[in-house]
């Protein structure tokens, strides 16, 4: 029995140095590729995940089994909503959902509850990720009287990691996939 024991353990140990040593690396045409989409500005995220900030209320929604399949209060299935961020040569675009709460009172729209903002970005800049492959992206917009900062980290294995903080809510963050911004004509 105790070799059987230490046999499962030599295995499980052995199959956990495997999948940790299988992290896939970007392909120079990969790495290529995406430093073009970056220097071109062209290209779009697509959130699959929303992570809102835990609080109560959410918690409570959670409790409740009003979140969607599979989703908890601090991980929520975005994928089949459409929830985008672009960036296409000056201009960046986002309408993303929001599962948080408004801090600030004004100017609310039932029909718009996510978070939504277009137009040309301020105080905007990239630079390389630390310890990593990617770019990180950074910039403020202003949408109707809201403020965003967002940043975004961008990696050429086509994920990417939305950071946005808002004056009006709790903040909210994204993961989801990256590519190449095809425009719809």
């Known amino acids: 029995m105790k070799s059987l024991i230490k046999i499962g353990a030599y295995m499980l140990l052995l199959f956990s140095i495997a999948c940790a040593s ?15 989409m970056i220097a071109q500005k062209h290209f779009e995220v697509k959130v699959l995940l929303a992570q809102p900030m835990a609080t109560q209320s959410l918690n409570s929604i959670a409790n409740a089994g009003l979140l969607p399949p599979g989703s908890t ?3 929520i299935d975005v994928s089949g909503t459409g929830g985008y ?24 729209n039932q029909n718009n509850t996510g978070i939504l903002f277009e137009g040309i970005p301020e105080e905007l800049s990239f ?7 990617g770019q990180t992206m950074r910039f403020t917009i202003d949408h109707e009287s809201e403020g965003f900062q967002v940043i975004a980290q961008l990696y050429p294995n086509g994920r ?14 994204y993961q989801g996939d990256l590519s190449e911004f095809k425009d719809e004509e």
Do not use: C
């Not at 990417?160 to 963050?173: K, P």
């Open 127 to 133: 630079s390389p990720i630390k310890n990593g492959t």
């Open 22 to 36: 299988s992290k896939s690396k970007a392909t120079p045409e990969e790495l290529a590729a995406f430093d073009n």
């Open 85 to 108: 961020f672009r960036m296409v040569g000056d201009s960046v675009m986002a309408d993303l959902p929001f599962y948080g709460e408004r801090r600030m009172g004004g100017y609310y």
């Open 73 to 75: 209060a601090s991980r």
């Open 160 to 173: 990417a990691r939305l950071t946005i903080s808002s004056t009006h809510r709790t903040n909210m963050w």
